[in-house]
Structures are given as structure tokens and as C-alpha cells.
């Protein structure tokens, strides 16, 4: 099963679980009516529609897709714009739309209502395409998305951690992870949330968001399939239609667009299902017209252990920036070693980045083939996504302005020691990277070296402006740059 497929049924299966139980919101699990109602609608369906939740979904996906990223102030506004009363929007969403009208700042709406935020489900519920932007990158990267995703409306921890804990179930889920298992795993790689992983086989649950996940990780990991999951979720009776979304879309990333009964897909109008599936292309491209061009500059000052690699290929280009460690001995031959790997090896997501790195690490230090720095970066379209080590830095341009994509990463110990710790990164929306060892970046102020590349100054000439008056170099120095052409 393709990724395509999978995230196609992950957004298309929030909108089928939403409509499915929409009309069976508020009745009581037991109700001897429902499970009857349920089998009716499954075996003869016609003219559905999704409420609010589906609803959002949808906004979160178009609002990631336009940016490339979660911004909170323009999520916020993208389900401000989709609002359509008569889908059901609860009274806190309603009442964070008024806040960010009313002033503009998405940090005042969470709190609109309460103080110390919502913890309802409606966060929870709309992170689809959150967890499908980002299906390539690390835990780490998916895990501050979901927050980000549900901080403009849903401020409390609880429905924070929630939406963490469902962005990655459904990230799992579209990489291949079993079904059977997510808990499981959920658990392992998210301690925080084993208090919302509980099983719920017994009890009335409400709407609260941690009692929303528990609910759709219970029935995912006893279903068989997509409709046998959508209909155990709606079984359970009250908030119908927001459970029948969150597993739909569970099922519909375990198991495919092609998972879900067509009939079902033809009851929804046919614009709402046309939009689903441009939204999912969308989510799986991540690609943005346009060639990425390299320029290099690499200058020895003395011992010339600076070593970089930059090229372009169809669908964007790689650089790698490493410099020796020379004080340790065989600095050169580290980063030789290094570039050279990432030039066979090519791995395209921050998770396989970060693991190559690891795994040069380890060979470097059982050969004692010396130290080194990394900056590996990954261009496609106008998205960067990479890992580093060590003080070479990076930098990316885009419409909002200049961010240093390596400055959390961790500076020691080198590649080489066996004990490095390499820190992802992808940011999108970008059209210019510049990459530059420290015998740049310790000489030129970040702020000068940002202004210079903002000016459009080649690789050469940022490398001049460390030159001392004499025309030499305090240190090798060596600069890439790369730029998205329209």
C-alpha cells in the first residue's frame, strides 16, 4: 500500500467516521435503537455530510499545504474562514473565532472561554493532515507540529498531550505500523501520554480529548478493517460523530483509501470529496515549482579539513558541510569519510539522516579515524529537512524572513567520538540556504552574514568578508548556497 493511499484514507476517513455518526450524536451507548440504526445506514447509504470535525480537518490541511508548516496564527484564521455554523461548532471554537476577530492574536483565543483552556476534543480530531505533512520527518518534528496544531484553539495540557498522542498514532500508522500495536507504541515512544492510552471498554465517555483518544486507540486495536472500526466507534454511542471521525481516520491511514466502502464515499457530495482528494495530493507532493541552483566556496587558511559536497537533481538537491577536527588528528579524513557516505548512501527524511549520521559515528570511532562536524541538508521543492552536529551552521530564507535551522543542535561530542548526537530539522517555505563552517560563522556576526546573503552575495564573497586586512583566513573557511529559482 502506497503513502498516497494512505494519507488519502486518513483525511477522506475523518470526513466518511464524521458523517457516519453524525446523526446518531447523544444517543446513549446500550440504546437498543443505535446498533440497529447503525447497520441500516452502513448497508444503504445516501446523502451524508460531515459535521464540524471534518470540517477542520479539512481547514488544518488546506491551511499546512499553503505554508508548508503549522502556523498557528494562520490556522487559526484558515477555521475561522471555513466556519459554517450549521455544521456544529462547539461554543469554545465559536467563542475562540470572536477573540482572534476581535483582536488578532491567536494566543488570546485558546483562553477565550476558559482560562486555562479547552480540553475538548476538537483539536484532536482535525490533525490529519498535520500527521501527513509531516509522514517523513522524526518523532521530535511530528510531536511540536500536533501542538502547535491545537494551541490556537485548545490550551490545556491535557488536550495538548491528546493531540500529540493521535498525530503520532496516525503518523505510525501511515509509515506501515500495525494497528494492532499502536497503544503499545504510543506508550513507548510518548511516556507522557500512558494516562490517555488506557482501555475503554466499559464506561460512557465524554468529550473531553484524552477520553476521545482512549476511546479510537481502543477500537483500533481490535478492528478488522475500516467499516468494522467506524461502526464499533459510533456503537459506543454520545460525542458519534467525533469518534467516528478520529477512528475513521485511524482506519483509513492503517488501511487505505481503497479500504473505504465506496458506497460510503458516494453518499458525501461529490465537492466534498473532490476537495478531500486534492488536500491529500497536496499533503503527499510537499513540492513547489521551481530548480534549486548550488555555489560553493571552500578556502584553506592552513590545514584545509573543510570538505562539503552540494549538487541538484529532479527534485531539488543535497549539501553536506563538514570540517575535521584538527587538533584531534585525521580531521580530514573524517569528513572525507562523511561526505562521502551521505554522497552514496542519500537519505532523503530527517529520521534517515539523523540515523546514517549515528551510524558514521560509530564506524569513525571503532576505526579511530578522527573527529568531525555535519550539516546534512535535503532540499526538495521548497522544503529543507537535514541533521548536524557540531558548530557548522545553517541558515534558510523564505517569505517570513531568516531562521538558523542548527540552532538547537548539539555541538559535542563531534561524529567520530561515538557518542554524537545529531538533531534533526525540516522547515518549508524556503528559497535560499546558506551553510558555512566556523571559520565563517565565529568571525562574521550571524546578523552581518544574514544581511549579506539576503542582498544576494555569492558563496565567494561571504567568504571574503571574514578575510583579514592582510587577505588571509583565521581558519578554513567554506560557505554553500543554495537557491529555489521560480
Excluded at 470540517?55 to 488546506?62: C, D, F, I, W
Excluded at 483500533?220 to 472500526?229: L, N, T, W
Excluded at 570538505?307 to 588528528?329: H, K, N
Excluded at 527524511?349 to 546514517?356: K, T
Aim: net charge negative.
Amino acid at each position: 500500500m502506497s503513502t498516497a493511499d494512505r494519507i488519502h484514507g486518513a483525511l477522506l476517513g475523518t470526513l466518511i467516521g464524521d458523517a457516519f455518526g453524525r446523526p446518531f450524536e447523544g444517543i446513549a451507548r446500550g440504546d437498543a435503537r443505535l446498533r440497529e440504526a447503525i447497520r441500516a445506514r452502513a448497508a444503504a447509504p445516501r446523502h451524508w455530510d460531515h459535521s464540524d470535525d471534518g470540517e477542520m480537518a479539512l481547514a488544518v490541511a488546506e491551511s499546512v499545504t499553503t505554508l508548508g508548516r503549522v502556523d498557528e496564527a494562520h490556522l487559526l484564521g484558515t477555521l475561522a474562514a471555513r466556519h459554517e455554523p450549521a455544521r456544529g461548532y462547539g461554543k469554545g471554537m465559536r467563542a475562540a473565532f470572536r477573540a482572534f476577530e476581535r483582536t488578532g492574536d491567536w494566543r488570546a483565543a485558546p483562553h477565550a472561554l476558559w482560562p486555562e483552556g479547552s480540553r475538548g476534543n476538537g483539536c484532536v480530531v482535525r490533525v490529519a493532515g498535520v500527521a501527513a505533512w509531516h509522514v517523513e520527518d522524526e518523532l521530535e518534528v511530528v510531536s511540536e507540529a500536533a501542538a502547535r496544531s491545537a494551541a490556537p484553539t485548545h490550551a490545556h495540557p491535557d488536550a495538548i498531550g491528546a493531540t500529540r498522542a493521535m498525530t503520532l498514532a496516525l503518523w505510525h500508522l501511515l509509515r506501515g505500523g500495525p494497528p494492532s500495536t499502536l497503544r503499545s507504541w504510543l506508550a513507548s515512544v510518548e511516556p507522557a501520554s500512558a494516562r490517555l492510552l488506557r482501555p475503554v471498554v466499559a464506561v460512557d465517555v465524554g468529550t473531553f480529548a484524552p477520553d476521545s483518544l482512549a476511546l479510537a486507540l481502543t477500537v483500533m486495536s481490535a478492528a478488522s478493517g475500516f467499516a468494522d472500526a467506524v461502526q464499533a466507534a459510533v456503537a459506543l454511542g454520545h460525542d458519534t460523530d467525533t469518534n467516528g471521525a478520529m477512528v475513521g481516520a485511524l482506519a483509513g491511514a492503517a488501511y487505505g483509501r481503497g479500504a473505504i466502502p465506496a458506497d460510503w464515499i458516494a453518499a458525501l457530495p461529490p465537492p466534498v470529496v473532490r476537495r478531500t482528494a486534492a488536500l491529500a495530493l497536496g499533503l503527499y507532493e510537499k513540492t513547489e515549482s521551481g530548480r534549486w541552483t548550488m555555489d560553493v566556496c571552500s578556502v584553506a587558511a592552513s590545514a584545509g579539513e573543510d570538505r562539503v559536497w552540494a549538487e541538484t537533481d529532479a527534485d531539488g538537491g543535497w549539501i553536506v558541510v563538514a570540517d575535521g577536527a584538527g587538533g584531534a588528528g585525521r580531521g580530514a579524513e573524517a569528513a572525507d569519510y562523511l561526505v562521502e557516505r551521505v554522497r552514496q548512501d542519500r537519505p532523503v527524511s530527517g529520521r534517515s539522516i539523523v540515523s546514517l549520521l549515528e551510524s558514521i559515528d560509530l564506524e569513525l570511532a571503532a576505526r579511530a579515524s578522527g573527529l568531525t562536524t555535519a550539516v546534512v541538508l535535503r532540499l526538495q521543492g521548497g522544503r529543507a529537512v537535514g541533521a548536524s552536529v557540531g558548530d557548522s551552521v545553517s541558515w534558510v530564507f523564505g517569505p517570513d524572513g531568516c531562521e538558523e535551522l542548527t540552532e538547537h543542535q548539539s555541538r559535542r561530542p563531534l561524529v567520530g567520538s561515538g557518542k554524537a548526537r545529531p538533531r534533526a530539522f525540516v522547515r518549508s517555505g524556503v528559497e535560499r540556504v546558506v551553510l558555512a563552517t566556523d571559520g565563517v560563522s565565529a568571525f562574521l556576526p550571524a546578523d552581518r552574514l544574514t544581511a549579506l546573503a539576503e542582498r544576494g552575495a555569492t558563496a565567494r564573497e561571504l567568504v571574503d568578508a571574514v578575510r583579514l586586512p592582510s587577505g588571509t583566513l583565521r581558519d578554513d573557511a567554506t560557505v554553500a548556497l543554495a537557491e529555489l529559482s521560480s
